[in-house]
C-alpha cells in the first residue's frame, strides 16, 4: 500500500477506547469498512490508540480481515490457517512476514500480468469481432423484450427499417451457419 493520501503521509486513524476510529483527514468517525474501502483504492492509513499513540494499525487490518472472513467471502483456506499458526513460536517465524509479503506481491504482478495478456490476446482476434457481433446481437434481442420500447416487430417504435442491421443479421447468420458447420465437422 504505498500510493499516498492527499496531504503528506499516510491518513491517521485514531482509534479511542469506547473502539470508535476517527480519521484525522476528514475530521469525522468511520467504520471498519470506511477502512477496507480505503485498503481496496490503495489509501495509505496508520491506525493508532488515541490515548496511548500506540500504532494498533495490524491489530485493525486483522479485525477487518475477520470481519470480512465472518461475513462467508472466506479467502483463508482452515488448512493455510492452521500452518499459519503452527509458525508461531516456530524458529522460522520471523521469516515468515517477508515470505507473505513477498508472496501476495508476485500474486498481484501475476495477476496483473495475467489479465493484461487476457486483453491483450482477444483484442485483434477473431474472436473479439465474434464477441462484438454477439453483444451487439444480444443487445437487439433483449431490447426487445423491454416494454414500451418496441415496436409489434422487435424494433424500436419510433425507428425506421434500417438496411444495415439486415445486413447484420445476414452477417451473423451466415457466420452462425458456418460455425456450426465447423462444429458438425469436428464431431464426425
Do not use: C, W
Not at 53 to 68: A, G, K
Amino acid at each position: 500500500m504505498k500510493k499516498a493520501a492527499p496531504g503528506s503521509g499516510p491518513v491517521i486513524i485514531k482509534k479511542y477506547a469506547n473502539r470508535r476510529l476517527y480519521n484525522t483527514e476528514t475530521s469525522s468517525y468511520i467504520t471498519l469498512d470506511h477502512l477496507a474501502a480505503m485498503t481496496r483504492e490503495g489509501r495509505d492509513f496508520k491506525v493508532v490508540d488515541a490515548k496511548t499513540d500506540d500504532d494498533i494499525t495490524h491489530n485493525v487490518l486483522t479485525q477487518i480481515i475477520m470481519e470480512e472472513e465472518s461475513r462467508g467471502s472466506s479467502m483463508l483456506p482452515v488448512n493455510f490457517l492452521r500452518q499459519l499458526i503452527s509458525l508461531y513460536g516456530d524458529s522460522m517465524q520471523a521469516m515468515v512476514p517477508g515470505y507473505l509479503e513477498a508472496s501476495m506481491e508476485s500474486f498481484r504482478r501475476n495477476q496483473e500480468q495475467f489479465k493484461t495478456a487476457v486483453e491483450g490476446a482477444f483484442a485483434n482476434s477473431p474472436f473479439a469481432e465474434m464477441t462484438k457481433r454477439n453483444l451487439a446481437m444480444f443487445e437487439a434481442a433483449a431490447s426487445a423484450f423491454k416494454p414500451g420500447e418496441t415496436g409489434a416487430a422487435g424494433t424500436p417504435a419510433n425507428a425506421a427499417p434500417d438496411a444495415e442491421s439486415g445486413d447484420d443479421v445476414a452477417a451473423l447468420k451466415a457466420e452462425l451457419a458456418r460455425l456450426q458447420d465447423k462444429i458438425e465437422k469436428l464431431a464426425k
